[in-house]
């Protein structure tokens, strides 16, 4: 079977993903109980920011924030998607008034996309939110159950850098 591009098989209850590596099945479980909190987070998240935005034009945002000014193609390598997708994405947010394309200063034939002051207006807005809901929401744990997940940040963090 594949799996996020690849071969995976089977063997005496292991997920064998390559020669070297394998998983177990209950393993496989927590993977897949990861992958439904990370979706039901990430929707509650989006909820949270309250924009009219889609969720590539918010990420494509806020890559462009971080990471900006930035050319069209780096923004499309760093959200993975390809270069028309990301021009589309582009153009709709430039509509709104939250980014500003101007001519690139090393290849004249290319384009640099910014934040707007709008823009910034619009993504610390949603943050604060954002921050806010979490904030309340890690509140309703205890102080064991905070650290557990603090801890666990460095881990996930060091998991999606490697996966660039």
């Not at 997708?85 to 709709?92: D, F, M």
């Not at 309340?136 to 744990?141: S, V």
């Amino acid at each position: 079977m594949l799996i996020g591009g690849l071969q995976v098989r089977f063997v005496d209850e292991r997920l064998v993903v390559s020669s070297n590596d394998s998983l177990k099945k209950s393993d496989l479980e927590r993977i897949s109980r990861l992958r439904l909190l990370i979706v039901r987070l990430e929707r509650r998240i989006r909820q949270q920011s309250d924009t009219d935005l889609t969720p590539s034009q918010l990420s494509a945002l806020t890559v462009i924030e971080r990471r900006g000014p930035l050319r069209l193609g780096e923004l499309a390598k760093r959200e993975r998607i390809s270069q028309p997708s990301v021009s589309r994405v582009v153009r709709k947010i430039e509509a709104k008034g939250l980014v500003a394309l101007s001519g690139d200063p090393v290849d004249k034939r290319g384009s640099v996309v910014s934040v707007t002051p709008e823009g910034q207006g619009l993504i610390d807005e949603s943050r604060g939110r954002v921050d806010a809901y979490l904030a309340d929401a890690m509140m309703r744990l205890d102080e064991d159950d905070r650290h557990k997940i603090f801890e666990a940040l460095p881990v996930l963090e060091e998991m999606l850098e490697k996966d660039r």
